[in-house]
T-cell receptor
Framework: NAGVMQNPRHLVRRRGQEARLRCSPMKGHSHVYWYRQLPEEGLKFMVYLQKENIIDESGMPKERFSAEFPKEGPSILRIQQVVRGDSAAYFC?????????????FGNGTRLTVT | ELKVEQNPLFLSMQEGKNYTIYCNYSTTSDRLYWYRQDPGKSLESLFVLLSNGAVKQEGRLMASLDTKARLSTLHITAAVHDLSATYFCAVDGWDSNYQLIWGAGTKLIIKP
């Protein structure tokens, strides 16, 4: 049973370019979460999605960031016009809908570097 | 605003020693999680603590939760080099079970 799959593992973008991060949840999981981790810090919640629905995006910056989880295919975190401050590790996690007390299962993350 | 504080943030210790990592949080929460992260890797779930007085053990690691004191501890017994990692505690946000609020992490180095 494959775990949470994220790609790419590493992504380098120049300032002003777009970054697209992909996440496929574990099989059977319909809830996806995105977190951002700055160096030497804990994770910060960004957004929580279910299929075709954004449930909570209160942790997302108001501009340049968007997320989706279409009916078919992976969840996408999109960052437009990247700036140096966007450099971080972005982690996706998933959970089964009916086990709220279960821990989140994390992917290996995408490390974004903006030059 | 819910805050989670871990201490120490950095710990270097010798193999065979015992030590405890502390996790304090500022408001009531139903669930507390401990995760492990190796450098450049993902986060691995270690424990989920759901009630006051909960104690869980896995190998040389034991976690406990005191909801009245808003404190969780992660105790390491007879440390071995393979336990070197960064350990995070996380607490449910006040109005959800997914908006986890994370501590800054404790970087643990165990010297052979």
């Amino acid at each position: 049973n494959a775990g949470v799959m994220q790609n790419p593992r590493h992504l380098v973008r120049r300032r002003g370019q777009e970054a697209r991060l992909r996440c496929s949840p574990m099989k059977g999981h319909s809830h996806v979460y995105w977190y951002r981790q700055l160096p030497e810090e804990g994770l910060k919640f960004m957004v929580y999605l279910q299929k075709e629905n954004i449930i909570d995006e209160s942790g997302m910056p108001k501009e340049r960031f968007s997320a989706e989880f279409p009916k078919e295919g992976p969840s996408i975190l999109r960052i437009q016009q990247v700036v140096r401050g966007d450099s971080a590790a972005y982690f996706c996690a998933s959970s089964p809908w009916d086990l709220p007390n279960s821990p989140l299962h994390f992917g290996n993350g995408t490390r974004l570097t903006v030059t | 605003e819910l805050k989670v504080e871990q201490n120490p943030l950095f710990l270097s210790m010798q193999e065979g020693k015992n030590y405890t990592i502390y996790c304090n949080y500022s408001t009531t929460s139903d669930r507390l999680y401990w995760y492990r992260q190796d450098p450049g890797k993902s986060l691995e779930s270690l424990f989920v603590l759901l009630s006051n007085g909960a104690v869980k053990q896995e190998g040389r690691l034991m976690a406990s939760l005191d909801t009245k004191a808003r404190l969780s501890t992660l105790h390491i017994t007879a440390a071995v080099h393979d336990l070197s990692a960064t350990y995070f505690c996380a607490v449910d946000g006040w109005d959800s079970n997914y908006q986890l609020i994370w501590g800054a992490g404790t970087k643990l180095i165990i010297k052979p």
